[in-house]
């Protein structure tokens, strides 16, 4: 029988903080850590001040392909491969690494994170899988998501070529009517 190691544990108890804090899913904890399942959830509990929420994770490719989870699931993975490829990391360090980027970007445009980091650990595993890969435009050249055995010599991105109702939430609405009120 093999030893637990208190350093090992510490490290696993550490990571699966900062994935908490980052809004992991407890099935991202147990896939990424060796601690038990009470001990996540009673970590989480501690963490977050709540439960866990209970639900299956996505489990759809063709959430990635649709307009807007696809550009912003292309500029995460865009990212996480320069941060593997670049900075040493893997794993789910690259992962959180990437996600801290992509975040940081979201708030510097003001706007809220279409990805969560579960999905962004799921995209990457969807990835690694060979499920889905980065396919670049033909028109821009930018690198974006698309269905590995899809047809994508002719591929064009959905920022070149934007869907009729691209962008058309109430929100969005509304604050072009204080616009042009204004």
């Given at each position: 029988?093999?030893q637990?190691?208190?350093?090992?544990?510490?490290?696993?108890?550490?990571?699966?903080?900062?994935l908490?804090g980052m809004?992991?899913?407890?099935?991202?904890?147990?896939?990424?850590?060796?601690?038990?399942?009470?001990?996540?959830?009673?970590?989480?509990k501690?963490?977050?001040g709540?439960?866990?929420?209970?639900?299956?994770?996505?489990f759809?490719?063709?959430?990635?392909?649709?307009?807007l989870?696809?550009?912003?699931?292309?500029?995460?993975?865009?990212?996480?491969?320069?941060?593997?490829?670049?900075?040493?990391?893997?794993?789910?360090?690259?992962?959180?690494?990437?996600?801290?980027?992509?975040?940081?970007?979201?708030?510097?445009?003001?706007g809220e994170?279409?990805?969560?980091?579960?999905?962004?650990w799921?995209?990457?595993?969807?990835?690694?899988?060979?499920?889905?890969s980065?396919?670049?435009?033909?028109?821009?050249?930018?690198?974006?998501?698309s269905?590995?055995?899809?047809?994508?010599?002719?591929?064009v991105?959905?920022?070149c070529?934007?869907?009729?109702?691209?962008?058309?939430?109430?929100?969005?609405?509304?604050?072009?009517?204080?616009?042009?009120?204004?």
């Amino acid at each position: 029988m093999a030893q637990k190691s208190l350093v090992s544990e510490a490290q696993d108890t550490q990571l699966a903080i900062e994935l908490v804090g980052m809004g992991a899913r407890l099935q991202v904890l147990e896939a990424e850590t060796s601690l038990s399942r009470e001990r996540l959830i009673k970590l989480y509990k501690e963490v977050r001040g709540e439960s866990p929420p209970k639900g299956l994770l996505p489990f759809s490719t063709d959430w990635f392909t649709t307009w807007l989870p696809n550009i912003h699931g292309s500029l995460f993975a865009n990212i996480h491969r320069y941060v593997s490829e670049h900075a040493g990391l893997s794993g789910i360090h690259a992962t959180m690494q990437a996600y801290r980027l992509y975040r940081e970007h979201q708030q510097d445009e003001g706007g809220e994170p279409v990805l969560g980091l579960t999905r962004a650990w799921t995209l990457v595993r969807f990835m690694d899988s060979g499920m889905l890969s980065l396919v670049p435009c033909n028109r821009c050249g930018g690198h974006f998501l698309s269905h590995t055995y899809d047809l994508n010599q002719d591929f064009v991105c959905g920022m070149c070529h934007m869907p009729s109702r691209a962008g058309k939430t109430r929100r969005n609405r509304a604050v072009d009517a204080e616009d042009a009120v204004a």
